[in-house]
């Protein structure tokens, strides 16, 4: 549990966001499932709930900003000249970090609480469309080098990608691994 941190006033302290945002995923990955409130993140981050609900509408952004911070620290948007090369990548990336703790745990509780809270399901929109991005941006580079066809349609399989992971990840029916991260990115440059 860390100390109690140096009250900043309405002013985000970049050291207090981190700590609640390193103290959200933790406690979801630990908590199994279980329910964890804004008291135990505030407790486990060193803040006062106030600073929670004065920074965030809810728990869920907060989890939210969290894996988006982590999302754009740990999945890359490369650019090595090779369309193959950089969706093996980008794909990888996104079905190894999605399934790790703390991630994976986080992910599944936001993705439940958005079905409920209108406005967490906003922020969870931005939160995937800031992903489709990143992808198309790799696509768009390919089909700029000629590695995709001019009429190569990039959304279609940006919606590829996330359609196989949200349902596998959501689902849990068939695995997110390695194999399968290579195996959907080589299909997406030979449809192209």
Do not use: C
């Not at 490369?78 to 999605?98: I, M, N, W, Y």
């Not at 967490?120 to 941006?137: G, H, I, K, Y």
């Amino acid at each position: 549990m860390s100390a109690e941190r140096a009250h900043t006033g309405r002013r985000r302290n970049e050291e207090a966001r981190r700590a609640v945002l390193e103290a959200a995923l933790r406690l979801i990955a630990d908590a199994d499932g279980a329910p964890v409130g804004v008291d135990a993140i505030a407790r486990e981050a060193g803040v006062g709930k106030q600073t929670l609900y004065r920074w965030w509408p809810s728990k869920g952004a907060v989890l939210l900003d969290a894996l988006t911070d982590r999302a754009q620290r740990a999945v890359p948007v490369p650019d090595s000249g090779s369309l193959r090369e950089d969706l093996r990548a980008v794909v990888t990336s996104t079905f190894e970090e999605a399934q790790a703790a703390p991630v994976g745990p986080a992910l599944r509780t936001v993705a439940q609480e958005a079905a409920r809270d209108p406005r967490l399901a906003d922020l969870m929109r931005e939160f995937t469309q800031a992903r489709r991005t990143a992808l198309r941006e790799v696509l768009t580079r390919g089909q700029e080098r000629g590695e995709l066809t001019a009429d190569s349609d990039l959304d279609l399989m940006v919606d590829q990608v996330y359609g196989v992971f949200w349902y596998r990840f959501l689902l849990g029916h068939a695995p997110l691994g390695e194999r399968e991260a290579i195996s959907l990115a080589d299909s997406l440059v030979r449809q192209g």
